[in-house]
């Protein structure tokens, strides 16, 4: 039996627009992508994105879209069979042949009434056994309307790939390169010309050649003749490393944030984040983050699912939208010990070895329960943008003390409805109608952040 | 061995070169021509200049600067089919059992990962479990037993006289050893510890099944078979009793160590403590007897009495209570005012009141029996009908079966979970018999004392690799479960029986078959499954208990007395008892470094046995050794311990002698459980470390050899000993050094249960007070009767404590505490606290957050000395000076969490700071190594890491060294680093994951759900964690509470712990 995907609706929606008031496409932007994953980046766009046909009746289009991408989608693709069969035509193929609802809402019980049909279709996918749904008959109704109508989507025009403004910068740097050596060359020419005009002019006064000295002799002669020059050069030299080094000393593993590179590590299987978890719309799987990540709302880890929740969905998806795609599934099913072609479980298994990429110190204590559970951030608020424009998987935040603090400054606890929250006010109003100092000094800028109820206090996080 | 094929390394190797194979071991050869490459002229002459030296250094930086700049790849493998009860980062509970012949306790162990990380009390079911709070009672043993498990001096394999075998190869020879015996006709033994599990003792009936002369001897490695002996000969029932304190108004104990060493003590602790409660009818407490144990150190009385003496001591007692109830006198026995006192208490209480004695002799156990069955406590304290199962070995049958080893009429011995060849007074007899014996098989779990002379060692798996079955009461079941796989290729030694009895069952299977056929009687109704389901996931099944039927004391008093004053014949100058520390026990957990490292609460000495005398006998023998004979009682880092050589019989040992106030003069104690792995047998890392000399050997000297077989069964006393002074010192190390708290009340308050229930606080808890420059009393006058309580001095701006959120705190109360010290040991594992070795905590330099400070009392008293018009000088000596008979104080002492905490102003680098919660938090990774907060902080809890503990130079104890050790360690706490102060969090990991539940739910922090280690480890209540704002709690009620008072109040520090006061039960008895 497989474990019904938690398919909420699209929650992105959610989302604060712009959760920690940063940039998001300006900081992308500076990342560099490199040409084989613009590439490849380019050939999913291609693939993927997707130009919607308009049905006649779009709320129900979209009521029916929803509801299947909510309930069905894990297991049932429209055309082609996944776990269950293809669901269009279902409708019409079922006319008069049936109780469509009751097939729909417990497949079990109604194929106990030895339906022909119903026990035909079971024959073929058994004994995937699919677990009954709480729908209305109009909730099917949607499905079917919406089913019925999906068109495949069309490639839309390819856009630039997010990599190009980089691409720009470094070819800036090809010219300015250019350009000083084109100076460079100039200035020597310069040079020669002036110590040939000044031999001239000597010898044309009379003094004869000039004495033949070294090019650093007469630089350090230059240099010493405009000595208050040279050392302002001297000093803005030295402040302008120093001020380098300093700003280069913050960022000493820093393998996130706006300043440095993202830390990207070869992954021994290419997931891909937008693929899976990337908005339905733009033609991806819309997965629920938390249905891999399942333990990051009760643990301090978020955790790498293991192979078995990959297989899932890639007992029944073999094939990738691309053949590299098509390669890392093949990857998963030799770690989970998978023969497609038997449909059957080897048991030939090898844990997946990932690269960790989010590496705190061992002294600092982070807990996504916390921060997902209780403070009901998304994932994308710390991770960045992984469900639109990350395939593998990358750090896009620092993860340094100063980010968490910063966040933790600004952040309002979110209280309501939780009693743990509800006893804490309590406390801090006391027994009299004013309340306590404390809640006073916490309320003065109208709202009480993480930091007011102990966030920023070393134990929090030290331990 | 039939390999033939030989791998060598080099030609040096190949030829067998024994010089070129040694110098090949040093990394660094010795004989590197130093001098020659120094003495060189070319080389004196090379210097790096200056510029050289600075290219160089700018090279190694910019080397060092870009190494350091990569990224680290860190691999995360996840499982390829996660187990549905595992989440990696939240820890999982499991509900077993520990029994190992001395100690049962229904525990619960925390797993993370799939690692067995720590273990506490079982807190809702079992025989352990103090139902007032609810939590589970474990001794430091019990929560230490943990680490045994990641030891790997373990056996990993089977093991022949040859060498490494395989379980195929032990099977094979074994059941060929056994079908010899068979044929030879001779018998086969199988010789354990006490087996309370039906499922063993139906294994074994198994193995006699196939093989017709098996026979089962049980041998207690400290025994009890006096007492069970008694109870056959006084009522026809050759077993230990259930005892019940919590029913007792009166408790006189004769030597009897039943806090920490004697019985059934995880039941014993929180019965007793439960009657400790000023505030409930308190019991009434006398103890007779010679070394100051911990059970002594908690009396209301104490009796000081030679160990010959006791027998006598006893009787008086017998007949006092003899002469009230009409009963037959014995005669002959002491004459003391204040047994007569004891049986008074006792008379007064009858029906209500227990006689418990920790002598092994049958004929002195008998006259207790009469004694209690004279006080009707039959049937009330004691129960009969529902007894436990525990020590029932023989001694006698112990005996005869050595003289039948030697006698070659054994033909195979199967040994589990004893050490005869390290335990028993006739150890000799026992090794020169076990060498005729056929076949002889060890389930040790290390190459012991008695398994290095085995002919096969077949090593049991760890009790937490294991399942299990136990009945430790008439009707009460326990189960315990594997909470890790097997770590190495060892076997249960059930199974292995099994399988020699041809059945392939496996073990798990065979209890649970063993269970089916056993409860259908007990559990109608309920289908098996659901009941085994339950058992497993409570761990404890308690199926049912029998009514009480009548008891008749049907004993020969006249003949037990005869036997009983034998125990007098001989006496000469010198008395020895011999006990078990509440660390080490009879001596199978010697090799773990919690325990060997936690000081005794006694005499705080870690890491040796001793010689225990009393202060008037050790400075006679320190005279003409010692510069100063008082040097011996000072025993610490400055002076070293007196040696003594200790001979009783055939037996001597060397030993240092101790200063124990409350010793009888003309007695002496030693410890058993030391002394392991003297002959070089591999008994586990720690039970032999590098001592002061260098040397490597065992710590402590084994002192089982003094004991004895007297009237049929072991005496652990001896009444004949020589003591002398070799003229050698021994350092030891102690953690604490002053005995007494010099008459300061505000460390430790005491006072009288009388005055304490007359209701006046300030006779026996008065706060401190400073004088102020404002008219107070408001009579007009400024004056020194205008004071306000210190608690109105604020010298900082206070932090805002009250009403904001949480404020963390303990309760610690000092009646509750009885000293055990399992919360230093869970401490040791919670916050993965290194051990330090001896030779560090001779420095004091352990690193225990939590310390158990013990005072005496003196006999001088500052007001009196005073007023007597005595100097202060003599007065400050003598009242460092613990009284002959003193009155003990356990008082552990951990991080205050002071509101105003000296420490946190004056580090320079804001290390430690104040948290909203209160709670005073120390952060490693600021810390830079000033050691100021330790300078200042008046509690002394800060401990600073003076090296790198986690490194080759204290690989020899501590456990984090190795990567197997490493596994226990918690993953949610920082393992330090040198160069930083550690302390007490309160468990801040523990806080943090409570209040994290409370949120997720969205309800309050319930009180009582969030533990710190100490607390939850603490089964007497003795401390109680929570939140001081929480007005429900049960730790403010304690706060507020009229007993409550702050250790060193008068500085104004604030702490966030709170003690309360110790009330004893002095008055005498006016019914």
């Known amino acids: ?463 | 061995m039939s390999s033939t094929k030989r791998i060598w390394m080099d030609a040096a190797d190949l030829r067998q070169d024994t010089e070129a194979i040694k110098a090949r071991e040093s990394e660094f050869p010795q004989e590197l021509a130093i001098d020659q490459v120094l003495g060189d002229a070319n080389f004196n002459g090379a210097h790096t200049g200056r510029r050289d030296f600075l290219k160089f250094l700018g090279f190694s930086l910019g080397a060092a600067t870009l190494a350091a700049c990569e990224t680290p790849v860190i691999k995360s493998i996840p499982y390829v089919t996660k187990p549905e009860e595992i989440t990696p980062g939240v820890a999982n509970w499991y509900a077993s059992t520990f029994y190992d012949g001395q100690d049962f306790a229904s525990i619960l162990v925390k797993t993370r990962e799939g690692r067995p990380i720590h273990i506490k009390g079982n807190p809702q079911f079992g025989i352990n479990r103090n139902p007032a709070l609810p939590k589970g009672v474990v001794n430091a043993r019990i929560n230490s037993s943990v680490l045994s498990l990641y030891d790997n001096e373990r056996l990993k394999v089977p093991y022949s006289r040859e060498g490494r075998s395989t379980w195929a190869d032990a099977d094979k020879a074994i059941t060929d050893g056994l079908n010899a015996a068979i044929a030879a006709d001779k018998r086969i033994v199988v010789l354990t510890n006490t087996v309370i599990s039906p499922s063993t003792n139906a294994a074994i009936a198994a193995l006699k099944a196939r093989y017709s002369t098996v026979e089962h001897v049980q041998h207690d490695t400290i025994s009890y078979s006096g007492v069970t002996g008694a109870n056959l000969k006084s009522f026809g029932k050759r077993v230990f009793p259930s005892y019940d304190f919590t029913k007792a108004d009166a408790v006189v104990s004769l030597d009897a160590d039943f806090l920490s060493s004697w019985g059934s003590t995880t039941e014993y602790t929180w019965q007793y403590a439960s009657r400790r409660n000023p505030d409930g009818a308190m019991n009434k407490h006398f103890q007779v007897e010679a070394r100051m144990s911990i059970t002594g150190a908690n009396a209301d009385a104490r009796i000081p009495v030679k160990p010959s003496e006791i027998p006598f001591a006893v009787i008086a007692l017998h007949d006092a209570i003899a002469k009230k109830s009409g009963g037959v006198s014995v005669g002959g026995g002491m004459d003391s005012a204040e047994l007569n006192q004891a049986a008074d208490a006792l008379w007064n209480a009858r029906g209500r009141s227990l006689v418990v004695c920790g002598s092994n002799d049958e004929g002195v156990q008998v006259l207790v029996n009469s004694i209690n069955s004279m006080l009707g406590n039959y049937g009330s304290t004691i129960d009969l009908d529902n007894h436990t199962y525990f020590f029932q070995g023989d001694d006698a049958v112990a005996a005869q079966l050595v003289k039948d080893m030697n006698a070659g009429a054994i033909g195979a011995v199967l040994m589990a979970g004893v050490n005869p060849a390290y335990s028993l007074s006739n150890a000799a007899g026992f090794k020169s018999g076990l060498s005729k014996v056929g076949l002889s098989v060890s389930f040790s779990r290390y190459a012991d004392e008695t398994a290095s002379l085995c002919n096969w060692i077949c090593p049991d798996n760890h009790y937490l690799e294991s399942w299990g079955d136990f009945m430790p009461k008439v009707g009460q079941y326990a189960l315990a479960q594997p909470v890790i796989g097997k770590l190495f290729d060892t076997r249960s030694w059930q199974e292995s029986v099994l399988k020699w009895s041809g059945s392939e069952a496996k073990w798990n299977d065979f209890i649970k078959q063993t269970w089916q056929a056993n409860l259908a009687a007990h559990s109608a109704g309920a289908s098996f499954d659901s009941v085994w389901n339950q058992s497993l996931h409570d761990g404890v099944l308690a199926s049912h208990t029998m009514p009480a039927t009548p008891v008749a004391f049907a004993g020969d008093l006249g003949t037990a007395a005869a036997a009983a004053k034998q125990a007098a014949n001989g006496a000469s100058e010198w008395e020895l008892s011999l006990y078990a520390t509440e660390a080490i026990g009879d001596g199978q957990h010697a090799n773990n470094p919690w325990l060997q490292e936690m000081p005794d609460p006694l005499t705080k000495i870690t890491w040796d046995n001793y010689v225990c005398m009393a202060g008037s006998d050790l400075m006679r023998l320190a005279d003409g050794v010692m510069r100063d004979p008082e040097d011996a009682l000072k025993v610490g880092e400055q002076s070293p311990a007196l040696q003594v050589k200790v001979t009783a019989g055939t037996s001597e040992i060397v030993l240092p002698a101790i200063f124990s106030p409350g010793q009888k003069p003309g007695t002496i104690a030693i410890a058993l459980g030391y002394g392991r792995g003297a002959n070089g047998e591999k008994v586990g890392k720690a039970a032999c470390t590098t001592d002061h000399n260098g040397v490597f050997g065992s710590v402590g000297r084994n002192a089982y050899p003094f004991t004895s077989l007297r009237n049929g069964s072991v005496s652990y006393d001896a009444v004949n000993v020589s003591l002398t002074a070799t003229g050698e010192t021994y350092p030891v190390a102690i953690t604490q050094t002053h005995l007494t708290h010099m008459d300061r009340h505000s460390i430790v308050r005491e006072t009288s249960v009388g005055v304490y229930k007359a209701g006046d606080r300030n006779a026996y808890n008065k706060p401190h007070t400073l004088p102020v420059h404002e008219d107070v009393n408001e009579d007009g006058v400024i004056d020194s009767r205008d004071r306000k309580p210190v608690a109105a001095f604020d010298l900082w701006a206070e932090h805002p404590v009250e009403g904001v959120g949480h404020r963390w705190g303990l309760s610690i109360d000092l009646n509750s505490c009885i000293g055990c010290g399992a919360c230093i040991t869970a401490c040791n594992s919670e916050n993965n606290i290194s051990v330090v070795g001896k030779d560090e905590v001779r420095r004091s330099r352990e690193m225990h957050w939590l310390r158990l400070d013990r005072y005496y009392s003196s006999d001088t008293k500052w007001h009196e000395g005073r007023e007597a018009g005595e100097s202060k000088i003599s007065l400050y000596t003598r009242m460092e000076e613990p009284s002959e008979r003193p009155t003990v104080f356990f008082m552990p002492v951990m991080c205050q969490h002071c509101n105003h905490a000296p420490c946190e102003t004056v580090c320079p680098v804001a290390a430690t700071t104040h948290s909203n919660e209160g709670l005073n938090q120390m952060v490693y990774n600021r810390c830079i190594g000033t050691r100021y907060c330790a300078n200042n902080c008046p509690y002394k809890v800060r401990r600073f890491n003076w090296f790198n503990y986690v490194s080759d130079k204290f690989g020899e104890v501590n456990p984090a060294w190795d990567d197997l050790g490493r596994m226990v360690l918690n993953p949610d706490v920082t393992v330090r680093a040198r160069g930083v102060i550690e302390k007490c969090s309160m468990c801040v990991q523990n806080i943090q994951a409570g209040k994290l539940a409370a949120k997720k739910a969205g309800t309050p922090v319930k009180d009582g759900s969030i533990e710190t280690a100490c607390s939850a480890a603490c089964g007497t209540g003795a401390i109680i964690f929570g939140d001081l704002n929480d007005k429900q709690s049960m730790v403010r009620g304690k706060a507020e509470g009229d007993r409550s008072y702050h250790m060193l109040e008068e500085i104004g520090v604030k702490p966030n712990v709170n003690y309360l006061v110790k009330v004893r039960n002095t008055e005498a008895e006016t019914a």
């Open chain 1, 1 to 463: 039996m497989l474990p019904r995907l938690f398919l909420p609706p699209d929650f992105r929606d959610l989302l604060p627009s712009n959760p920690l008031g940063m940039p998001l496409p300006a900081c992308l932007s500076r990342r560099s992508i490199r040409s084989i994953r613009t590439a490849f980046a380019l050939i999913l766009s291609l693939s993927l994105s997707a130009a919607q046909a308009q049905p006649a009746d779009a709320a129900l289009y979209a009521s029916g879209e929803k509801l299947f991408k909510g309930n069905c989608a894990s297991c049932h693709k429209v055309d082609s069979k996944m776990t269950g069969p293809a669901l269009r035509g279902a409708k019409v193929k079922w006319e008069g042949k049936g109780d469509l609802y009751a097939w729909v809402k417990n497949s079990q019980a109604y194929l106990k009434t030895g339906n022909e049909l119903a026990v035909k279709i079971w024959d073929e996918y058994k004994p995937t056994i699919m677990t009954p749904v709480a729908l209305t008959n109009e909730e099917i109704d949607a499905i079917f309307y919406y089913v019925d109508n999906w068109a495949p989507p069309v490639a839309d025009t390819p856009k630039p790939p997010t990599g190009e403004p980089t691409d720009q910068g470094s070819n800036n740097w090809l010219w300015l390169l250019v350009l000083a050596l084109l100076f460079l060359i100039v200035g020597l020419s310069l040079s020669g010309v002036k110590r040939s005009l000044a031999n001239a002019v000597s010898e044309a006064e009379g003094k004869g050649t000039l004495p033949e000295t070294s090019r650093m002799q007469r630089f350090r002669a230059w240099a010493w003749e405009h000595k208050v020059f040279m050392s302002f050069v001297g000093l803005f030299i030295t402040v302008w490393v120093i001020l380098k080094l300093w700003d280069a000393a913050w960022v000493i593993g820093v393998y996130g944030g706006d300043e440095v590179p993202h830390y990207k590590p070869e992954q021994p299987i290419l997931f891909n984040h937008t693929l899976h978890a990337g908005k339905a719309n733009k033609g991806n799987l819309a997965i629920n983050c938390q249905y891999c990540h399942s333990s990051a709302e009760k643990s301090k880890h978020a955790g790498i699912p293991s192979v078995n929740v990959c297989m899932n969905c890639h007992k029944a998806v073999s094939t990738g939208r691309t053949e590299a795609g098509t390669k890392e599934i093949k990857k998963i099913h030799q770690h989970a010990g998978w023969d497609p072609e038997k449909g059957a479980f080897t048991g030939q298994e090898e844990p997946v070895r990932w690269v960790k990429v989010h590496n705190l110190p061992d002294h600092a204590y982070f807990s996504h329960a916390t921060h997902v559970s209780v403070g009901k951030l998304e994932c994308q608020e710390c991770h960045g943008p992984i469900d639109e424009q990350m395939d593998v998987a990358e750090q896009w935040a620092p993860l340094t003390m100063k980010w968490c603090i910063t966040c933790h400054n600004e952040r309002e606890v979110k209280m309501a409805g939780n009693g743990y929250y509800d006893e804490v006010m309590a406390r801090l109003n006391g027994d009299t109608i004013l309340g306590h100092g404390e809640l006073k000094k916490y309320l003065e800028d109208g709202k009480i952040t993480v930091k007011e109820l102990g966030g920023w206090e070393c134990a929090k996080c030290h331990y």
